[in-house]
């Protein structure tokens, strides 16, 4: 017995004792393992990648073999001899592991779904994230099964910023079910649909936590597992490392019961991941979790609720604001430099009350912002009814960056759209002015710009919000190099770009790692990384949806012709275009996408369409049934259900393909159908007609010529 229980797990080399008997474990199990020859074994070893269990008899009675890619954790093999099987070997291996690459950013695997393995990984901590058929004989799928050491990217951290404006809350899986579908109308499912009210969305932020991908893979309908874990992605995620959601577990385990079911177990842990990510509350409709708020806030100061009874304790939410989500296609705002004479209009609408902040500063600061027309620059923002709907003043001093001292947006439904039209505004003309940083120092911001600034990745330091925008194209090199310039430059509140830099130095970035390329692109916007492998595409689009989408200049001649300096507000930072699936299949996201605007029956200037007009970043890619996808995206898009349907020849049951995209540039010169046929080399004859996927080389041509 005692031979059982004492054991020392270690790692081995090419010359171990081990080496033969970790082998023969391997082929003994290669049914459920996979083969790996004799020299696979020999290079995991010489790396120093193999970890044994080893008795008081010096017998090697279990082993795990990893590998690392990118600084992440794969784990190849664990494999316990069978008549040892049950006494916790596998975990002390693991526990052992995890302890050796607690540096690193989490431990990952692919497992087959159909092994009853699957649910020791749950119990390690891991959490089922996706999967794809497997190359077994019977095409059983696979798993992929992640545990987070700690959170790798820039873009997380950035992310993390938004819940200092907006309130936090995880919901179960029961509430995530309830917001998923439109079928299931009752009480308690309307009681959780209420979390989406439009007046609620500037000030809620409904998170998962990663526990909701367990949820989903007991699901044995494939289709509706990929369709569930869809939805899942379009929320935003809290994640923890493990040894903080341990703690949590540890701190909760006694109000639950010793034997657990399926669905309490879950309970459990989704509670445990909500506790571990910091949010102040945790939202759902279960009895049993509702019974032990007091326990558990006690414990956690994290506050167990009921939808309704969120809602109702949110009595700072400003109830009278009837926020909506509106496509503004056909809404125009203009901009004017403020007159000496408006001074007065300005300060009783503009000033921030809630904020405390007195008229007599407000005063004085808006006298010397008019006293040096110079160095700042001061606009009032009207609407189609003559309507002052925002002010914002830019300090011009600094070569390298465009100031913003005032930004301050009316409080009405429209004003989260304005406040981030205006700061992607701000951003192109701080770039377009060869600038390097826009700097927000308003010391009253009102929340609603505050959450806008957070959305567009600025980061925050003391006296206010900065971000780089960089109109540049340079190699991964030449980029890290560029910002550590910038980063040594100026004061401490740019060490920033050292982050970034350092990011691209030490994270082991590889030019064809794609995300991990398009995070920075979208920090450092509209800056484009010329070695990165990222797909690029000519997509051709109907002059009606550039117009609605992105396309200010085909929305003037469709309705905003007359209008000084008229800008058209439904530009926004993510979008979603809809087409055919049909001869779409070579699209693939994260990717870049230059808009070929296509002839259409409207009357259109000949100035814009067959032209390559315009440039963005390809998030993700969704195909599936108009329902489906319309539900999904409809937060996003101008698209009307019809007009989804229509992309499927009005047939339910075919499939649609959602694009969904975001930072579009405006070229300053259209690229006409003939100057594209000799940049490419195409037949004269030739137009874009579907999604053509282009070399880098041919991108950074045509993006350059539409930027000059």
Known sequence: MTGKTQLEIKRIDLNSEHLKTVI??????????????????????AQRQII??????????????????????????????????????????????????????????????????????????????????????????????WLCNKVPSLISILDQQKFASKLCVAIDANVFYDLDTDDKIDQESNESKSLLADWLQPELEICLTKEIYSEIYRNEDKEERERLRRIAETFTQLDCNQEELETAQQLIRPFFRENLTSSQRSDFYQLARAIASEVPFFVTRDYELLELEEQVYEKTKILIIRPTDLIIRLDELRLQLEYQSLRLAGTSIYQKRLKSRQQNLVTEVFIAYAKSEKRSDFVRRLHKFLAEPERFKCYIIWDAQENPVATIVYDKQKEYELGIPLFRVKNNRLASTIARHLILLSITTSTKEGRQFTKITDPYLEDVVIAAIQDDKFSKFKKGWLKANLAITKTVSELSLYLTRLGNMQGEEYNFCLKIADTLKTEHLLINDHQVIADIEKILYPAKIIDSTLPNFIVPIKPIWAEALFDEKLANQSCLAGLESSLELALRRECVF????????????????LWYITKDKRSYCNEQIQTIRACSRLDEIVVDKPKNIY??????????????????????????????????????????????????????????????????????????????
């Open 24 to 45: 023969a474990l391997g082929r003994r199990n290669s049914s459920r393992l996979g083969y790996m020859p004799d020299g696979g074994f020999a290079d995991y070893a």
């Open 52 to 145: 044994v269990a080893v008795n008081s008899k010096e017998q090697c009675v279990g082993y795990l073999m990893y590998r690392i890619v990118n600084q992440q954790v794969r784990i190849v093999h664990l494999c316990v001899d069978k008549n040892r099987r049950g006494e916790g070997i596998a975990r002390k291996l693991f526990s052992y592991l995890r302890t050796e690459t607690k540096d690193l950013y989490g431990i990952g695997l692919w497992c087959r779904r159909d092994y009853p393995i699957n649910g020791m990984w749950h119990s390690f901590g891991f959490v089922p994230q996706t999967e794809k058929p497997g190359n077994n004989q019977d095409r059983q799928p696979l798993t992929f099964w």
């Open 578 to 593: 809809y087409r055919k699936v049909k001869n779409s299949h070579g699209v693939q996201a994260p990717g870049r996408i």
């Open 631 to 708: 539900k999904q995206f409809k937060r996003l898009g101008v698209y009307t259900y019809n007009d989804v349907l229509g992309c499927a020849n009005d047939d339910k049951n075919a499939n649609v393909m959602a694009l969904k995209f975001s930072d579009t540039e405006l070229f300053n010169t259209p690229i006409y159908l003939t100057d594209i046929q000799s940049m490419l080399g195409w037949k004269s004859s030739s137009s874009v007609l579907s999604p053509y996927k282009i070399s880098n080389k041919d991108f950074f041509d045509l993006y350059n010529r539409g930027m000059s």
